[in-house]
């Protein structure tokens, strides 16, 4: 069971900001990445279609013998979360709580802002979860639905990035907030570009925070993989492969081979 590998899914390549900190952190495990980059971005979809997109994403890494599953979606942990984890025998990890943590110890002034899909910043995981544990925090909540198929092109830095960016974010520039939530895996792609935009500003990237609440359960679990060498990774998407592997290496800093194209029609958790 130890051996057995770690499972990660996302909507396109944002996914691989969380699958970048776990395998620093869990250098020995085994990771499986679904990209499902034929029906990216989720977060213009309604509620029930990110659903059923998040079953069978779940149900095709779980006949793949995974151990944990950790949901690297934004959207898809804002809606699908408790559905996944009733249907899964398996510990089922989201992105909402480590981020809210994270942006609580991060806040000085107690204003926090939130970028996202449209679908996250509709459902209001994000400031529901960070009233229920600090009532008193004022939160500012912005959908940036251009983001993703920014990085889903490579368009990460430059002239057009810029403009996107000041679009989306002036309101919360000038909001008075000192913390602002990359409420999804793909925006920490343009975090350059944000930074530079929303500075003296603290961006929370809830990559690093997952990867140690995935450190722990494992840990908790006693499946921490023992084994001395370094882990593989192994990539399946839905859709166009090259453009994939293209833009994870540049973001992985390393050559993606185990790449493979999938189709996920009809996969269900049995």
């Given at each position: 069971?130890?051996?057995?590998?770690?499972?990660?899914?996302?909507?396109?390549?944002?996914?691989?900001?969380?699958?970048?900190?776990?395998?620093?952190?869990?250098?020995?495990?085994?990771?499986?990445?679904?990209?499902?980059?034929?029906?990216?971005?989720?977060?213009?979809?309604?509620?029930?279609?990110?659903?059923?997109?998040?079953?069978?994403?779940?149900?095709?890494?779980?006949?793949?013998?995974?151990?944990?599953?950790?949901?690297?979606?934004?959207?898809?942990?804002?809606?699908?979360?408790?559905?996944?984890?009733?249907?899964?025998?398996?510990?089922?990890?989201?992105?909402?709580?480590?981020?809210?943590?994270?942006?609580?110890?991060?806040?000085?002034?107690?204003?926090?802002?939130?970028?996202?899909?449209?679908?996250?910043?509709?459902?209001?995981?994000?400031?529901?979860?960070?009233?229920?544990?600090?009532?008193?925090?004022?939160?500012?909540?912005?959908?940036?639905?251009?983001?993703?198929?920014?990085?889903?092109?490579?368009?990460?830095?430059?002239?057009?990035?810029?403009?996107?960016?000041?679009?989306?974010?002036?309101?919360?520039?000038?909001?008075?907030?000192?913390?602002?939530?990359?409420?999804?895996?793909?925006y920490p792609l343009l975090k350059k570009t944000i930074q530079k935009y929303m500075e003296g500003i603290q961006l929370v990237d809830s990559a690093e925070e997952?990867?140690?609440?995935?450190?722990?359960m494992l840990s908790y679990q006693e499946l921490i993989n023992e084994k001395t060498k370094s882990g593989g990774k192994t990539f399946y998407v839905t859709d166009?492969?090259?453009?994939?592997?293209?833009?994870?290496?540049?973001?992985?800093?390393?050559?993606?081979?185990?790449?493979?194209?999938?189709?996920?029609?009809?996969?269900?958790?049995?």
């Amino acid at each position: 069971m130890r051996e057995k590998p770690v499972g990660i899914f996302d909507s396109g390549v944002g996914g691989l900001t969380v699958l970048k900190e776990i395998a620093k952190l869990l250098p020995n495990e085994e990771l499986i990445y679904l990209g499902d980059t034929a029906r990216v971005p989720y977060g213009i979809r309604s509620a029930e279609t990110v659903i059923k997109y998040s079953i069978e994403c779940a149900s095709f890494l779980f006949k793949k013998g995974i151990k944990i599953l950790v949901v690297a979606c934004n959207t898809s942990s804002s809606v699908s979360l408790e559905v996944l984890k009733e249907k899964l025998p398996i510990a089922v990890i989201g992105v909402i709580e480590p981020g809210v943590r994270a942006a609580l110890k991060a806040t000085k002034n107690g204003k926090i802002g939130i970028i996202g899909t449209e679908a996250t910043i509709h459902s209001e995981a994000y400031p529901k979860k960070i009233k229920s544990i600090e009532p008193e925090i004022e939160v500012i909540s912005k959908a940036c639905p251009l983001f993703v198929p920014l990085v889903e092109e490579g368009i990460l830095e430059g002239s057009i990035a810029e403009l996107v960016v000041e679009r989306y974010l002036k309101e919360l520039k000038n909001s008075g907030i000192d913390t602002l939530i990359l409420g999804c895996t793909h925006y920490p792609l343009l975090k350059k570009t944000i930074q530079k935009y929303m500075e003296g500003i603290q961006l929370v990237d809830s990559a690093e925070e997952i990867s140690r609440e995935v450190k722990e359960m494992l840990s908790y679990q006693e499946l921490i993989n023992e084994k001395t060498k370094s882990g593989g990774k192994t990539f399946y998407v839905t859709d166009s492969p090259d453009r994939f592997k293209k833009i994870g290496e540049i973001f992985l800093d390393c050559k993606i081979d185990n790449i493979f194209k999938v189709s996920l029609e009809e996969e269900k958790i049995k």
